[in-house]
């Protein structure tokens, strides 16, 4: 399979001793430069995707279709691993597999299906989860959707900051009855809440935001933790520096006067000119 070296790498990660922190990634160069700058593994989060795609707040409105081509951009531009958010699987069970079989083309190293209730219920505000007997139904078929064994499926959950620890590990503990090959979970707050998960699980663990007393990687490590997410700085600071350069032209200032800009070096690193310029050369005739 034209991607099973990215997944293979991702495997190794998760087969490890040691815990990563990914770089967050959203397009192609983002990824690019996540990958020249040594990261191991890059992650596309569903906020990251909603906001590059379609500029609207993570509230499941961008399409499979719109996450899959994102993912489908990235893949071409780098060969760094990513694990994509997949948020719901897009609808049931059935929406899953489909979900899975298109990131799978797209060139993910794989990704999670979680268990929130998504889109948001009529009238309620709060964060809900479905039953646990569908949760399962969509590992079953996040499972049976890949065509390529090496495609991580990671089973998710958020229940530790919407029902209880009780319940986290009673959903851990059937996802990976099912054969997930990891488990992801948002909303620890606690050593005390991550060593109780640890204990009852076998799965490696991925884990969303924690607070700071769950970001040594060491103390990670040792509670089977091998990738640990530091959020979405990235897209924020690109967001922060086209604000302020578009409001700096705006207000009169001349480009060459506009600082903190990409130099001509970083540009053509990014856009992998010096290899476009070889093939030029090569295919072309053209001198360089």
Known sequence: MAFRSRRQALRSILGGEGCIRPGSVYDA?????AEDLGFTLGMFGGSVASLAVLGDPDIALITLTELAEQMRRMSRASRLPVL?????????????RRTVQELGAAGAA???IEDTLLPQAFGEARTQLIPLEEGVGKMKAALDGRSDPSLVIMGRTGAASITSIEDTIR??????????????FTGIKSRAELAAISGATRLPIVLGGAPEELSALDYLASQ???????????????????????????EGTSPKDLKRLASAELTGRVMRE???????????????
Not at 85 to 96: E, I, M, T
Not at 225 to 250: D, M, S
Not at 274 to 288: E, I, N, P, Q, Y
């Open 29 to 33: 160069i983002s990824i690019r430069i």
């Open 84 to 96: 994509v958010d997949a948020d719901h699987g897009y609808g049931n069970a059935l929406n899953v």
């Open 110 to 112: 794989g990704l999670t």
């Open 171 to 184: 959903r851990a503990q059937a996802y990976e009855a099912i054969g997930v090959d990891a488990l992801f």
């Open 224 to 250: 089977r933790v091998r990738i640990a997410l530091q959020g979405h700085a990235p897209i924020a600071a690109a967001t922060q520096a086209v604000y302020e350069t578009l409001k700096a032209l705006r």
């Open 274 to 288: 010096a290899d476009v310029k070889t093939r030029s050369a090569d295919f072309l005739g053209l001198k360089t």
